[in-house]
């Protein structure tokens, strides 16, 4: 069985416009370039050729990726449980040794985007705070160093 991969349902609306844009008009686009590209005469000098199929190797790939990840989202139901930390929750945490306070919003895998504050489920800071409540303390196994959050408040998104 496939690894499932889970997401909210706009994440997974995000991925299927995204698939549709590079199947239609980014393919589109790429054909074109490699059509100019060739009418130029000699292909085997041709770096305007190359970096065109080069461009439509990488996104052949990703429409591959995307095909594959859509097959295999789990799309989770609108939880408002804030009960406990679960994939969609917004988590305000204290680090002990920073002192200072972080806002987190626990996502599936695709949808993770560090410089937003969205950490999926499996990365250190996600995997530990899942299933943890307003008050506990956890450990984050990071790479470099373990370190503690506490949990201060739990919420889910607004729309």
Do not use: W
């Not at 889970?6 to 698939?19: D, I, T, V, Y």
């Not at 549709?20 to 490699?34: A, G, H, P, S």
């Not at 920073?98 to 626990?106: F, G, K, P, S």
């Not at 800071?125 to 307003?134: D, H, N, Q, S, T």
């Amino acid at each position: 069985m496939a690894e499932q991969i889970f997401m909210s349902r706009k994440g997974k609306e995000e991925m299927e416009e995204r698939l549709k844009y590079l199947r239609t008009v980014k393919r589109q686009e790429i054909v074109e370039r490699i059509a100019e590209a060739r009418s130029h005469g000699d292909l085997s000098e041709n770096a305007e050729y190359e970096a065109a199929r080069n461009e439509q190797a990488a996104n052949e790939g990703e429409i591959l990726e995307l095909e594959n990840q859509i097959k295999n989202a789990v799309v989770l139901s609108e939880n408002l449980d804030t009960s406990s930390v679960h994939i969609g929750s917004l988590v305000k945490v204290y680090d002990v040794d920073m002192e200072e306070e972080t806002v987190y919003e626990i996502t599936g895998t695709t949808e993770a985007d560090a410089m937003q504050n969205k950490v999926s489920n499996e990365s250190p800071v996600g995997a530990a705070l899942l299933k943890g409540k307003v008050g506990d303390v956890v450990t984050v196994k990071a790479p470099e160093c373990d370190y503690l959050l506490k949990i201060l408040e739990i919420t889910v998104p607004t729309k």
